[in-house]
């Protein structure tokens, strides 16, 4: 019965691309430990403000825990939605300057819901190849045509909306910050070939909330907040809890209430995810030194390994892939850094694309400056003792 999957994952083997799930306990924002009581720096979260442990976050996920219980117990348009609900999507349109924002109970959910509910057959989407796999996801489901641009290349988008007809609706998606590679979309050239093109334009900020344009993403980064129509986030990266949003006009979002399925075949949220998240959106708010220090941060890492002759991709993101190219040689550096008390994650295909297997290191404004020397000074050594080039190789 088995036996075809028992070959697929003895393949999967073969080719250094088994997956399992390793258990380590947090410590803190930046610290973790494993089985053994071993201690290793976290350097592979997504947790960018380092919110996860911020007392006033904690305090506001058990007050709700306490006042309205564990679970939500329902989906929001059938057993009633929680004032949770209407107070995060107010603060999240408040703070993004739309008229109006859902929230979903993951990012993933609110790529798919969102994009197969605006687009279906007879429409186009224009996809960079290297979006999200759940906006991968989200185009397949929707049934409309997708188009693959190349990478952050404006030209190829422009062409290929040149020659693909479409006689219903056109959509451009891209993520914001792309979460492999760490560099920012071209958005104004996105933009302006959005208007020409009357297409609508979403732009997924999972990994620019919190980070770019004063903490409110990529199109506050570039000025652009009127001409994206959709702006996609998470509330599990940078706001410290779980969910997902969509940010938009009140079309948009009515739209989405009543026709993307992961939000209405699905229970809503829990009351401390959602407390977690508005009291991680205020403290992003009210203090704008975290997202600076981040930076700062961030930019200090990334110089000290590139002075090293570490293979650093550039970028202005807290998203730092080291390029190494073999599955096998990503593993080994891993493993080797994670005996050196470094927990940094090994990112091979099918997330990237063969040969372009790379280490992924993710700052959060929680590391001390310490620590993140420390890290430099290690990664740096391990990666001459392994005989690693200093430049990747361009794609
Ligand atoms: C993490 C991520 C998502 C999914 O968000 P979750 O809330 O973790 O489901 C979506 N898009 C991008 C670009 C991401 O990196």
């Known amino acids: ?145 997708v188009v693959v641009y190349r990478h952050a290349d404006p030209q190829d988008l422009a062409a290929r909306l040149a020659a693909v007809p479409c006689s219903g609706q056109r959509l451009i998606v891209t993520d914001g910050v792309f979460s492999m590679d760490g560099d920012i979309a071209p958005l104004p050239a996105l933009a302006e070939l959005a208007r020409r093109y009357q297409a609508l334009l979403c732009v997924d900020d999972a990994h620019a909330v919190g980070v770019l344009g004063g903490g409110k993403g990529t199109a506050a980064h570039f000025g652009l907040a009127g001409a994206v129509n ?66 700062t941060l961030a930019a200090e890492l990334r110089q000290r390994l590139q002075a090293g002759g570490v293979a650093v991709l550039p970028g202005p993101t807290p998203i730092l892939p080291l390029w190494v190219g073999r599955a096998e040689q990503a593993l080994a550096l891993a493993a080797q850094l994670r005996q050196d008390g470094l927990l940094v994650s090994a990112i091979r295909p099918p997330t990237v694309a063969p040969g372009s297997s790379r280490l992924r290191l993710t ?12 890290a430099a000074d290690v990664i740096v050594k391990r990666w001459q003792e392994m005989g690693l080039p200093p430049h990747y190789q361009e794609k």
């Not at 924002?29 to 720096?41: H, I, L, N, S």
């Not at 410290?240 to 979002?253: D, F, K, Q, R």
């Not at 959060?364 to 420390?374: I, K």
């Open 1 to 145: 019965m088995l036996t075809r999957y028992e070959a697929a994952l003895a393949e999967l083997t073969a080719q250094d691309l088994y997956r399992q799930t390793v258990t380590y306990r947090p410590l803190s924002a930046t610290e973790v430990e494993d089985e053994t009581g071993r201690r290793y720096v976290q350097l592979s979260a997504n947790n960018y403000l380092g919110l996860t442990h911020e007392p006033a976050v904690l305090a506001a996920a058990l007050a709700a825990v306490q006042q309205y219980g564990s679970g939500s117990g329902g989906a929001r348009l059938t057993s009633g939605s929680h004032p949770l609900c209407a107070a995060l999507e107010a603060e999240l349109a408040a703070w993004k300057g739309t008229e109006s924002a859902l929230v979903f109970n993951t990012g993933y959910m609110a790529n798919v819901g969102v994009i197969s509910s605006l687009v279906g057959k007879g429409d186009v989407i224009f996809s960079d190849a290297f979006n999200h796999a759940s906006i991968i996801d989200g185009c397949r489901l929707s049934g409309a045509t």
């Open 230 to 295: 959709v702006q996609i986030g998470t509330l599990s990266k940078a706001l410290a809890a779980e969910g997902g949003y969509v940010a938009g006009s009140h079309t948009l979002i009515a739209y989405l209430r009543n026709k993307a399925r992961s939000f209405i075949f699905t229970t809503a949220p829990t009351p401390a995810a959602l407390a977690a998240a508005q009291a991680a959106l205020r403290i992003i708010r009210q203090e704008p030194q975290r997202i600076r220090q981040l930076k």
């Open 363 to 374: 700052v959060s404004a929680a590391h001390t400056a310490a620590q993140l020397n420390d």
